[in-house]
């Protein structure tokens, strides 16, 4: 049975990194494939875009790769195998397994109540709190174990990141929530 605390959290944006090569042309590769784009004068890397599952990766010379927009482990997946196939196609001698792992997942979660940002900044630990007003409408809340950021707005819309998983970002939401009980 799934857990109802977490209907409203919505993973917006996966994203990994690692290595899948020892080296890459890029000029070479960039001229190859379609939809990858070289501009060393703005970005050091090929920035490749592909639709289904629709990722934008950004390949380096050095091999290395790093995948955003990803919804899910199984988006992660396939494109990395199509990315790999149209790299191989291009002349490229990619690792046999490939070093790539999520490294970020940014969510979005609806605690379905107005939180007072103020009441948070005067009863929680400041160490941990940003919050300016002025400068951005939401309250920066780390939490320290598991490591992740999370952007509290008055509206009850919270924004999580920095979790390698959803487990972590579940752990996250649940101290946070833990925190803002005796506020809310």
Do not use: H, W
């Amino acid at each position: 049975m799934a857990d109802k605390r977490y209907d409203s959290l919505k993973i917006e944006n996966v994203v990994a990194s690692g290595t899948i090569a020892e080296s890459i042309d890029l000029n070479d590769v960039s001229s190859k494939i379609k939809g990858c784009d070289l501009n060393t004068k703005r970005f050091p890397g090929a920035v490749y875009r592909i639709e289904n599952p629709k990722i934008a990766s950004l390949i380096f010379s050095s091999g290395k790769i790093v995948l955003t927009g990803l919804r899910n482990n199984q988006a992660l997946k396939e494109g990395l195998a199509i990315i790999i196939k149209n790299l191989k196609e291009a002349g490229v001698e990619t690792l046999d397994v490939p070093r790539v792992e999520v490294t970020n997942i940014v969510c979005s979660y609806d605690i379905g109540k107005y939180i007072n940002l103020n009441k948070v900044v005067v009863t929680l630990n400041l160490e941990n709190i940003e919050y300016e007003p002025e400068q951005f409408p939401g309250l920066v809340y780390r939490v320290k174990d598991p490591k992740i950021v999370a952007l509290l707005f008055s509206s009850g819309k919270i924004i999580l990141t920095g979790g390698k998983t959803i487990e972590d970002i579940k752990r996250g939401l649940d101290f946070l929530e833990q925190k803002l009980e005796s506020i809310l």
